[in-house]
């Protein structure tokens, strides 16, 4: 399985950026696919993921109301939309795909995700 992240680059703070994380090796839209980021010095953590069917989202507070997954199982690809970015936001995003098939809870660990993207730095100017 692989999954291959991009879109990441520099943008003002108050801008936007979308990312893009497309899949291989498995059947895309039996997965959810969560989002993590890990800034400078500091621990990774969650952002995001939704579901298989795209029926459920879940967000972490620190980005709800700003950020907005979407995925395209046609296409083996989910996004990450990011508005209104702040400084506080430059990481590198990683995108991961969710081992359990069909799941819709709202339940979103890291050792949950078996596959991890390369990784798409982003990096918010103020």
């Known amino acids: 399985v692989q999954l291959q992240a991009f879109g990441g680059g520099l943008v003002q703070a108050g801008g936007s950026l979308t990312l893009s994380c497309v899949a291989s090796g498995r059947t895309f839209s039996r997965y959810s696919m969560g989002w993590f980021r890990q800034a400078p010095g500091k621990e990774r953590e969650f952002v995001g993921a939704i579901s298989w069917s795209a029926g459920s989202t879940k967000y972490a507070d620190s980005v709800l109301g700003r950020f907005t997954i979407s995925r395209e199982n046609t296409k083996n690809t989910v996004y990450l939309i990011m508005n209104s970015l702040k400084p506080e936001d430059t990481a590198v995003y990683y995108c991961?795909?969710?081992?359990?098939?069909?799941?819709?809870?709202?339940?979103?660990?890291?050792?949950?995700?078996?596959?991890w993207g390369q990784g798409t730095l982003v990096t918010v100017s103020s």
């Open positions: 991961a795909s969710d081992r359990r098939q069909y799941y819709s809870g709202s339940l979103y660990y890291p050792e949950e995700f078996d596959y």
